[in-house]
Structures are given as structure tokens and as C-alpha cells.
Nanobody, 124 residues
Framework: QVQLIESGGGLVQAGGSLRLSCAASGRTFSSYAMGWFRQAPGKEREFVAAISGSASSTYYADSVKGRFTISRDNVQNTVYLQMNSLKLEDTAVYYC?????????????????WGKGTLVTVSL
């Protein structure tokens, strides 16, 4: 059974940093694209960042480009999201997801399994 468990969320001041982790289990994930998404109160879930199975390709939403970095450790079956220069508008529940059909990211609707999320709150 595929499981994705996010951790690392919390309360941080604007301008600060956090590192999110997503531990995957249930199968080998090195062949599949994984990503981070977020949902703020009253808003739809949106794409944040994604990484191909081999980690050769990464993708970012314009709103986080240059501030967030996605990476993965295929030995540990873990995906990370390093978030720097956090802004108030980054406040959201952050979700990890995996696409078990493609090695590269093709879109949010292709993601098959989702974690339960971790809350990131950015304050003044």
C-alpha cells in the first residue's frame, strides 16, 4: 500500500526558511515523478514544485521560483522541499504526491497518491 507522509511544517516568520520532507513507502518510487502542492484556506489546491523520477528535471510555480528547491533521495524514498524567503502568501497546507504512471511531471491531475499534508504558517 502506497503511503506518503509529510513532515517539517510549522510556524515561521516572514523571510524565514523551512524544509519539508515526504517519506514514501509501499513500493520503489525512483521511476516516478513526485511533487509538492499546497492549498490555502478558501483556495483551490495548486502546484508548487515537481521533480522527475531520476531528479534530472525540476519544475516550479512562478510564485516560488528562486525561493523553493525540490529534491529527492531515491535510496531513502524521500522528497524534500526547501523553502526560503517565505512570504505571508506561502501560508497553506502542503501536500506531497506521486504519479505512478510517468517518470516526468505531467500535471496535478495525473498524481495518483497524496499525503495528508503538513501546515505551513508564515507570520509577520
Amino acid at each position: 500500500q502506497v503511503q506518503l507522509i509529510e513532515s517539517g511544517g510549522g510556524l515561521v516568520q516572514a523571510g524565514g526558511s523551512l524544509r519539508l520532507s515526504c517519506a514514501a513507502s509501499g513500493r520503489t518510487f525512483s521511476s516516478y515523478a513526485m511533487g509538492w502542492f499546497r492549498q490555502a484556506p478558501g483556495k483551490e489546491r495548486e502546484f508548487v514544485a515537481a521533480i522527475s523520477g531520476s531528479a534530472s528535471s525540476t519544475y516550479y510555480a512562478d510564485s516560488v521560483k528562486g525561493r523553493f528547491t525540490i529534491s529527492r533521495d531515491n535510496v531513502q524514498n524521500t522528497v524534500y522541499l526547501q523553502m526560503n524567503s517565505l512570504k505571508l502568501e506561502d501560508t497553506a497546507v502542503y501536500y506531497c504526491a506521486v504519479d505512478l504512471n510517468y517518470s516526468d511531471y505531467v500535471g496535478i491531475y495525473a498524481m495518483d497518491y497524496w499525503g495528508k499534508g503538513t501546515l505551513v504558517t508564515v507570520s509577520l
